[in-house]
Each structure stands twice: as C-alpha cells, then as structure tokens.
C-alpha cells in the first residue's frame, strides 16, 4: 500500500500521478483538513502533524509514504526519515527544470511562506543558480489553498488572486511558473489562461511519482483501491472536487479522524 498525505486535498493531484504509473496498487490518503492550511504554522507545529499522520498511514500498512505537501516536506521531512524505518518521498518546488529551460533568464515561483524557508528550496536554488545570470520571484500564494479547499478553483475572487499573483512575474518577464504547492495544480486551467502562452506551468507532481514507483516494491497486487482519510470535514465545493478527481475509482470516505 502507498501512502499519501497532504494539508488538504490538495495531495490529490500528485496521487493522480502516482496512479498514473501505479494503477493496480492500494492507496491510502490522509487529508489533514482540521489544521489547513500549513502555510503560516510553526515548523514544529507541522512537524508534529506530519509525525503522528506518518504512523497512521504506517500502522494502515503504508510501504512507502509520500508526503504529498511541500510546506509539510520543508518542515519535516528530514524528521520523518530518522524516525520510522519506511522510505519517504518529500517535494519540493521544481525550480531545477525551470532554471536549466529558461530563455530568458527569469522564473517564477508561487508556493507556501513556510516552502520558502525550507533547506531543500534552497539547497536547489543555491546550487542551480550559481554563477548563472537567473532571476527567481517568490511569491506567496496567500488564499489559494483556502481555494481550492474550497472548491472555488475557478472563482471570480481565486482569478483576481492568480492575476494578482502571476502578472507582476510575467511583466518582469517570466517565461516559467512553478508550482510550489500540491494543491496549485488544480489552478492550472485558471492559471493557463493568465498565461496566455507566454510563460511555461511547471508542476512537480511526475517527478515525484517516479521517485515514488522507484521506491515501491509491492509485496502484491492490490486493486487500485483508495483509502482517504480527513481530520476535518469538507465543504460542499471539495466533496464536488473530491468527486470529480477520484470520479472512476473505487474509494472511501472518512472524516473527522481525530490524531
């Protein structure tokens, strides 16, 4: 069994990826909805988060656990790896593409305040971008994930908050946006259309799935089945996007799990 947990639902659009490459493999998903958003909490707040949901899915009969949230990744990847004994798999804004494909020399990023601060971040961006003549804009992508919790992925408020947030990148010239956050992915139709061509949307989620099927060596077949758990419960508008993601899967439901 895989497992995946994110701050919300927005880890989702990285096990569409991962089922991609995995479709006959069981999945179990924690949504971590009581404490979304990560993005302004304590380090040592998500650290403890992430803990006590890696031995939920470890006790669940997780192999392999992929922490599908890049905020929880910068807070406590490291952590996670030095206490359970399964391998993780970690994000982290894909900023080595995007810096090695520029033309122009300026890449954008919109990801969580707590994703900026992370070691991995700027182990990458120290590495790829020394010596070479690149400019990065960080911006912060206050009230999207609340989006997309939401359900408000194509809102009147969420499109004026991408424009917001994307044109000052494409002004400065911009020619690649990356997403630094799991739940940004399901803004891309609203996103792509800010862009209007001129900027390339990159998005981390493959990436991570092929390290994830690296990882696995799955003692059986399972059936494609999804476990998805929430310490919360969803608005009206996530249960629709839940339903539109996990539409053709065989999946069950289970919120307010207290951790």
């Given amino acids: 069994m895989i497992g995946i947990f994110d701050s919300g639902i927005g880890g989702l659009s990285v096990w569409q990826k991962v ?37 939920f899915l470890a006790d669940k009969g997780a192999d392999v656990i992929i922490v599908a949230c890049n905020t929880a990744t910068a807070a406590a990847i490291d952590t996670l790896r030095n206490g359970f004994s399964i391998p993780f798999v970690g994000m982290e804004p894909a900023i080595k593409p995007a810096i090695l494909e520029t033309k122009t020399g300026v890449v954008g990023v919109l990801a969580t305040a707590v994703t900026f601060t992370g070691r991995l971040y700027h182990n990458t961006l120290a590495q790829y971008t020394a010596g070479e003549d690149i400019e990065v804009i960080e911006q912060v992508g206050y009230g999207l994930v609340e989006a997309v919790e939401q359900g408000k992925v194509d809102a ?27 739940h940004y992915p399901f803004l891309t139709a609203e996103i792509e259309k800010i862009v209007a061509g001129r900027a390339s949307v990159v998005n981390p989620a493959g990436a991570v799935a092929r390290q994830a099927a690296k990882l696995y060596h799955p003692v059986r077949k399972g059936s494609g089945r999804l476990e998805f758990y929430s310490s919360g419960t969803f608005t009206a508008g996530a249960g629709n ?18 951790l």
């Fill in 19 to 55: 089922f991609e490459l995995l479709p006959e493999e069981d999945y179990v998903y924690f949504a971590d909805s009581r404490y979304c958003p990560y993005g302004l909490k304590t380090d040592d707040f998500i650290a403890g988060r992430a803990q006590r949901i890696a031995q």
């Fill in 156 to 182: 009147p408020e969420t499109v004026e908050l991408l424009h917001s947030y994307i044109d000052p990148m494409l002004e400065a010239g911009a020619d690649h946006i990356v997403l630094g956050c799991t």
């Fill in 241 to 258: 996007l839940i339903g539109s993601v996990c539409k053709g899967h065989t999946y069950c439901l289970n919120s307010n799990i207290i």
